[in-house]
């Protein structure tokens, strides 16, 4: 087995579903242009190193095999893939702020995915992990609805949605294993100020876990069993942040699924895993740090986590 | 042994430097008038549940017996209080705003801190651990300069002697085994943009380790022999920030006190026991609750910190 294969022939498949797009990113000292992108695109490079990972997203006719084979490199399932010649890709262009603080969209154009509804062929019907990458609520739960098994589903969601979309995702949370936001998304989605409220208040409302992510912070998962926090891996030079969540997410769901297990001890590996991953991701533009990894690679800084995290056991120490 | 008293009888003593004050405090929603204050007397307060602790600072004609007894009730060693009847006590007023994000200090009264210059009786000369609380660094470095015996240092900082008094401050640094400091005190310090960096550059300013608080996003501390972050205590109800730092620092050599050592998976345990007494001092105004407290109450938060921290390990969980 080399090193860019998945690493288990034993793990449960993870089908990710979200959006493929084309980005033009600015940063406070770089810039660059048509990268690939999209809550999809970094989720499903990012579970391929776990778990057999399944795409369900669209392209227009401006993806050509240069892109499509990046996805094939990484042995992602293309099944899924909806490639729509009436129109081009979805295409974002956004500018970072001073220490990536804040984000500007500079423009967006929907193009295809404008007319996007995600259909689960038969094959991947019964995937027994379910990465809903960051999309309108109502696509997240039309994948739902196509399920034939009981799979573990975990989503993200963004701002747009709880301002835009509050209806539809206050019904998708319902149907959630683990929902996964940010920080600030998560005070906005309860309208609270205490950012441990707010996960107790989103536990209340219907997944049965939550993480919150706190950027550079790491993040909390908050469960039946307890919480658990976890830092974020020490990155020194944040190159471009996109996509940093949904390496997160992939990471983590994709453990889950290479191990078929969702324990909360599982889960605190699972969460290292998805850390060790988009740290990859920020290191570069684009995706291309994380597509040229390894699961070496992300072991060393699961490894790392680990030790800068963890407290080791020592008899001499008094413990109470 | 009641649970107030020292837990350890073969602890190794503690002595705390640094400001006691009155303090006139308004939060959002509250106000309290009065209060004990200044980063000896958390400081002390923290520390005195773990080691034995002198206490090194100056009090004024106002300063009356009712305020004396709390530190004798947490049985802190007063040969080093000055009492200095020529005027009144240092007295701070400061007002919180939204979330406690900020703080404005509305009057200030150096009154006998003015003419302070801390003095080591021949009793404490000898003490082998250090707490130099946040006061001037040229008074800081005067406690040094008085030590008989090889300590273990640790200081905290702020702003203030950033901006006014750096050569001191650069000079003090030089001679402490542990730099505590907030993470926009370290930015302002070194210049940098990335925490990390700037407790890398930190730690080759000369302490031998560095500490940096991020409030409700724990703490990180940069060792030689690598870095160790940890979560803050899941606080749901801040009702008074002040002295939060203080008890930290307190709580944390108050622990390599109490086990005489700080090798790293000391200094990791030490952490915990200062997110733990640092937690119960927001929870009300002033010290408070902090006085209140008992080891008993702080070990609690201690298990808590570690249970929602570290990962158990698991045999059927494959670690790579």
């Known amino acids: 087995m080399d090193n860019n294969s998945v690493p288990n022939t034993n793990s449960s498949p993870a089908v990710v579903v979200g959006s493929i797009a084309f980005d033009n990113i600015h940063t406070p000292t770089d810039k660059a242009p048509m990268l690939l992108g999209g809550s999809a695109s970094y989720a499903a490079f990012a579970s391929s190193y776990f778990a057999p990972t399944r795409i369900i997203g669209t392209v227009?006719?401006?993806?050509?095999?240069?892109?499509?084979?990046?996805?094939?490199?990484?042995?992602?399932?293309?099944?899924?893939?909806?490639?729509?010649?009436?129109?081009?890709?979805?295409?974002?262009?956004?500018?970072?702020?001073?220490?990536?603080?804040?984000?500007?969209?500079?423009?967006?154009?929907?193009?295809?995915?404008?007319?996007?509804?995600?259909?689960?062929?038969?094959?991947?019907?019964?995937?027994?992990?379910?990465?809903?990458?960051?999309?309108?609520?109502?696509?997240?739960?039309?994948?739902?609805?196509?399920?034939?098994?009981?799979?573990?589903?975990?989503?993200?969601?963004?701002?747009?949605?709880?301002?835009?979309?509050?209806?539809?995702l206050l019904e998708l949370l319902k149907r959630l294993d683990m929902l996964v936001l940010n920080d600030e998304e998560a005070l906005m989605l309860t309208g609270q100020s205490n950012l441990i409220k707010a996960g107790e208040e989103l536990l209340e409302s219907g997944p049965k876990m939550v993480v919150i992510k706190k950027g550079q912070h790491g993040s909390v998962l908050f469960h039946p069993e307890g919480l658990f926090a976890f830092p974020a891996y020490p990155v020194t030079a944040v190159k471009d942040p996109t996509g940093a969540g949904d390496s997160y997410l992939g990471g983590l769901v994709g453990h889950l699924a290479a191990m078929n297990r969702t324990d909360l001890t599982t889960l605190k590996h699972a969460i290292a895993y998805g850390t060790a991953t988009a740290s990859l991701t920020v290191e570069a533009f684009g995706p291309s740090n994380l597509e040229k990894a390894s699961r070496e690679i992300i072991d060393e800084r699961y490894n790392a986590l680990l030790a800068l995290s963890q407290i080791e056991t020592d008899p001499e120490t008094v413990l109470v």
Chains 1, 2 share one sequence.
């Open 60 to 168: 227009g006719k401006d993806f050509g095999a240069e892109y499509i084979n990046r996805f094939s490199a990484r042995k992602i399932d293309l099944e899924g893939l909806q490639h729509d010649k009436s129109g081009k890709t979805f295409f974002w262009e956004g500018r970072y702020g001073d220490n990536f603080s804040t984000c500007t969209t500079l423009d967006i154009q929907l193009n295809v995915f404008e007319r996007f509804k995600p259909h689960l062929p038969p094959s991947y019907q019964g995937t027994p992990f379910v990465i809903l990458g960051n999309i309108q609520p109502d696509l997240q739960l039309h994948v739902l609805d196509q399920l034939k098994e009981k799979a573990f589903v975990a989503a993200d969601t963004r701002d747009l949605w709880i301002e835009n979309a509050r209806e539809e």
